[in-house]
């Protein structure tokens, strides 16, 4: 059974990089044809996707955060991150990172089937 974990500081000020870790067991991050996706879900908003790392390296990214959002990982340790870069009080979110098989069904729609638990990132000064 895979789990996720996510990790990282709960307070980032703005202009600063928020950067976050996700920690996945019961899985390697770089076996089948998953993707270790990051989602956020900002007070009284739906989920929004912001980009995944595909077991085979591959890099994808939400259009409306590429510019600032940056997605690795360290196989060695079996983890991906997450950096966003230029924060504001607006990226304050639950975060969460989760796996999926796909990226998008066909009509558009994301599925994951593993989740972390999410943690709280507050942008403020």
């Known amino acids: 059974q895979v789990q996720l974990q996510e990790s990282g500081p709960g307070l980032v000020k703005p202009s600063q990089t928020l950067s976050l870790t996700c920690t996945v067991s019961?899985?390697?991050?770089?076996?089948?044809?998953?993707?270790w996706n990051w989602i956020r879900q900002p007070p009284g908003k739906g989920l929004e996707w912001m980009g995944a790392m595909q077991a085979i390296g591959g890099v994808y990214y939400s259009p409306s955060l590429k510019c600032r959002t940056s997605i690795s990982r360290d196989t060695s340790k079996n983890q991906f991150t997450l950096q966003l870069s230029s924060v504001t009080p607006e990226d304050t979110a639950i975060y969460y990172c989760?796996?999926?098989?796909?990226?998008?069904?066909?009509?558009?729609?994301?599925?994951?089937?593993?989740w972390g638990q999410g943690t709280q990132v507050t942008v403020s000064s």
């Open positions: 019961g899985g390697s991050i770089t076996s089948g044809y998953a993707y």
């Open positions: 989760a796996r999926s098989s796909l990226l998008k069904t066909t009509s558009g729609i994301r599925e994951y089937g593993d």
